[in-house]
């Protein structure tokens, strides 16, 4: 019995394979996507508290240390601003033409929502 005298076994065995070469393409996209946002999060994080940090610490060598954290952050969008919302200073932000104060507000009002809606969610874990 030769294979090719049946086709359509043919066609359920290649069926098969494509099938299996799919889910195993979706499951390490998934599995390198939640790779990569854990990662992102952990950055996110390290800048944060290195921020904060850099009003606290009064020795020479943390505070260098917090800075370089701070200035070498490449892909973490950041928009320093004050207790009134004026911007301080803004890093990997794509600022639009026009009226970029008014951009500003709108991009900390939405992080403040999205800040408030993680720490409900993390309320809830």
Do not use: C
């Amino acid at each position: 019995m030769k294979i090719v005298e049946h086709p359509k076994i043919v066609k359920y065995i290649l069926a098969f394979i494509a099938a299996i070469i799919v889910l195993f393409s979706m499951y390490y996209s998934n599995r390198l996507a939640n790779d990569m946002a854990q990662e992102e999060r952990r950055r996110i994080e390290l800048w944060a508290e290195a921020t904060r940090l850099q009003f606290i610490v009064n020795d020479n060598d943390g505070l260098a240390f917090i800075s370089r954290v701070i200035n070498e952050n490449s892909t973490i969008p950041v928009i320093v601003a004050d207790e009134q919302n004026d911007v301080v200073t803004s890093r990997n932000v794509e600022i639009p033409a026009g009226n970029s104060e008014e951009f500003f507000q709108e991009k900390i009002d939405e992080w403040k929502k999205e800040k408030n809606t993680q720490t409900d969610r993390d309320k809830f874990r």
